[in-house]
């Protein structure tokens, strides 16, 4: 078992940015490709970006490319998303999930990925 935690969603104005964290724990000795998943009220789970283990490939939903980057630091065992220019519409619950299912390509689908977190608020202000 793989167990994750969110944190650094918070509440911020339009054109701000936030950092979320995902810190892993348990069973890390695996190679886990990682992705950052949203929801809004009343919506489906949306993807927002997803890397590889290592690191070598990120793929990214296209409502945040250009302005989210997904990043991971394997020895701190901890994933990222640097959320810049961020838009009422990025309000959501952010989730992290797992897999260790080798990947040459980051699954963008709720179904590729095993384990999530409990998730963290983000709220953008207009």
């Known amino acids: 078992q793989v167990q994750l935690v969110e944190s650094g969603g918070g509440l911020v104005q339009a054109g701000g940015s936030l950092r979320l964290s995902c810190a892993a724990s348990?069973?890390?000795?695996?190679?886990?490709?990682m992705g950052w998943f949203r929801q809004a009220p009343g919506k489906e789970r949306e993807f927002v970006a997803g890397i590889t283990w290592p690191g070598g490939v990120t793929v990214y939903g296209d409502s945040v490319k250009g302005r989210f980057t997904i990043s991971r630091d394997n020895a701190k065992k901890t994933l990222y998303l640097q959320m810049n220019s961020l838009k009422p519409e990025d309000t959501a619950v952010y989730y992290c999930?797992?897999?260790?299912?080798?990947?040459?390509?980051?699954?963008?689908?709720?179904?590729?990925?095993?384990?999530w977190g409990q998730g963290t608020q983000v709220t953008v202000s207009s």
């Open positions: 348990g069973r890390t000795g695996s190679s886990y490709a």
């Open positions: 999930a797992a897999t260790a299912n080798p990947r040459l390509v980051p699954g963008t689908t709720v179904r590729a990925y095993d384990y």
